[in-house]
């Protein structure tokens, strides 16, 4: 295709016109990309789910809270998995003469 003899508009309208393609093919080829995955997944007795650990698709799946594992022993409500930031309660036990292993549940 010659693109030279084609005006502004015309390219405009074409791009636009490719850009749908592309996104319809896409979507295409994602199908039967899939398609023959699960196939290959079911002739050895497994679901896709199984093989991608049930993430398939799953941007930003959330993860079940850490069990509690310290506790303020000032206030029993208040408690830490041990996971990310030390609770300010944590720091202050700690500035007051406890360890980790104190405050433990």
Same mark, same amino acid.
């Given at each position: 295709m010659d693109l030279s003899t084609l005006g502004y508009q015309e390219l405009v309208e074409l791009r636009t016109q %490719? /850009?749908? !393609?592309l996104v319809r093919r896409k979507e295409q080829e994602k199908s039967r990309? %899939?398609?023959? %995955?699960?196939? =290959? $997944? $079911? $002739?050895?007795?497994f679901t896709i789910a199984e093989l991608l650990? !049930?993430?398939?698709?799953k941007k930003g799946a959330k993860? =079940?809270? +850490?069990a509690a594992a310290?506790? @303020?022993p =000032? /206030? $029993?409500?208040q408690t830490w998995s041990g996971r990310g930031r030390k609770p300010q309660w944590v720091h202050d036990a700690? +500035? @007051?003469? +406890?360890?980790? /292993?104190t405050l433990k549940i």
């Open positions: %490719l /850009d749908g !393609e990309i %899939l398609s023959q %995955l699960q196939s =290959a $997944a $079911a $002739a050895s007795g650990g !049930e993430v398939s698709g993860k =079940a809270p +850490a310290y506790m @303020n =000032a /206030d $029993a409500s700690i +500035a @007051n003469g +406890a360890t980790l /292993d």
